[in-house]
């Protein structure tokens, strides 16, 4: 009896072990977009629309000074030391640049021939 009784304990540990728990895991519910509407300078406003995972960003363009109104500009995810940067280069004559923070974006505008534009918003 008192073998049966000093054997329990590791059985009972061996059990437990043998247990497995189940891995199963819950799907992401958060598939939603991002949407933020920022006011810009110049009399700007920018509109952007992430996609759930952040990989993406489209946007929506209102920059009276350089022309742009409503433009649809559909930008990816670019490596950033801080915050959060999307980069759309696909037209070799002008490249644009959403750089966020916190609550302010910068958006810069590159054409081909060295001319630069860049706007400060606020969410």
């Known amino acids: 009896m ?6 329990a304990p590791f059985a009972v540990l061996l059990a437990a072990c043998a247990t497995n728990a189940p891995t199963t895991t819950t799907p ?5 977009p991002v949407v ?4 810009c300078e110049d ?3 920018l509109i952007a629309v992430y996609t759930a995972n952040g990989q993406a960003a489209n946007l929506n363009v209102t920059l009276p000074k350089v022309g742009l109104t409503n433009a649809k500009i559909t930008m990816e995810h670019a ?11 696909v037209n070799p004559q002008t ?9 302010y974006g910068i958006m810069t505008i590159k054409s081909d021939n060295g001319q630069e534009y860049r706007v400060n918003c606020q969410l």
Do not use: E, I, M, R
Not at 28 to 32: I, L, R, V
Not at 95 to 103: A, E, F, P, R, S
């Open 79 to 89: 490596v950033s030391g801080s915050g959060t940067h999307y980069v759309n280069n």
């Open 95 to 103: 490249t644009y640049d959403w750089h966020t923070k916190v609550d």
């Open 43 to 45: 009399n700007g406003q």
């Open 36 to 39: 933020q509407s920022f006011t």
């Open 2 to 7: 008192k073998k049966l009784l000093a054997v």
């Open 28 to 32: 992401d519910t958060n598939t939603q």
